[in-house]
Each structure stands twice: as C-alpha cells, then as structure tokens.
C-alpha cells in the first residue's frame, strides 16, 4: 500500500458521496413539492409506488452507489416519491461508505500503477487520447445535419 493518506480521503469521498445523494434527495423532494402544488397527485399509481420505495427503497439506494449511471435516478426518485428520511439516510451512509471504499482503492491502483512505476508518460498518453476524442466526436457531432 502506497504511502497515502487515506483515512483521510476515505472520510473526504464519504463526505462527497452524502452531499451529492442526498442533495440529489432533496431537489427530488422539491420537485415533489412544487409538482404537487401544481397538479394533483393523488392518483393510485402513485400511491403504490410510494410505498414500494418506503418499503423497498432502501436496499435500492445502498446497492445504487456499486453501479455506474443509475445513482443519480434512484436518489432523485427516492426524493420524488418521499422516502421516508429515517429509512433514506441510513441507506446514504451505508452506500457512501461503499462507494468511498470502491473509489479510494480503485482510485489509488489506477493512479499507482501509472504514476508510482515507471510510465509517468502513459496517464499523460491516454489523458490526450481521451481528449483528443472528445473534440473528434464534438466535432463530428457539430458537422452533422440537424433534423
């Protein structure tokens, strides 16, 4: 293990998990609020979607912080369709403890294995490449006829 502060940056990405869950959470929240004020949302549908997420909502948030792309939804619609706080929150710490955990130990292999051997030019390599296609597929996209 590198020489690293890691405590530290585990309790830092615990912090940055939370805030933006549970910010996620709460413009969910809101949107709820202003959605209600502006339509009725007593329908039956609703309802019952309600309560799968207060009884099922949980595990959905803990498990959500191992996946790529779905974190961002699965917060915003436990914000949406109300969670309960007393069974979100634990659940937020719960899966920001695991994300910080998958983050702070990919994230020290990744930057070890480029920086800490021998191949400092390697990161530098694929950073370019990875821009470098970015402007390609901007570029390409801005050339494309819109419809």
Do not use: K
Request: glycine share 10%; proline share 5%; charged share 15%.
């Amino acid at each position: 293990m590198p020489d690293w502060p890691v405590v530290p940056l585990y309790a830092f990405l615990v912090v940055v998990a939370f805030c933006r869950a549970g910010g996620t959470y709460l413009v969910g929240r809101g949107a709820r609020g202003a959605a209600g004020r502006r339509w009725s949302l007593d329908n039956a549908w609703l309802a019952r979607g309600e309560e799968v997420v207060r009884r099922f909502g949980a595990p959905a948030v803990t498990l959500c912080f191992l996946t790529v792309g779905v974190q961002t939804a699965v917060n915003l619609a436990a914000g949406t369709l109300r969670m309960p706080l007393r069974r979100y929150v634990p659940a937020l710490f719960l899966g920001a403890l695991i994300w910080a955990g998958v983050y702070l130990t990919v994230g020290i292999a990744v930057v070890e294995t480029f920086w800490g051997g021998s191949r400092p030019w390697a990161l530098l390599g694929v950073l370019a490449a990875v821009a470098a296609t970015a402007v390609l597929v901007r570029h390409l996209l801005r050339r494309r006829p819109q419809h």
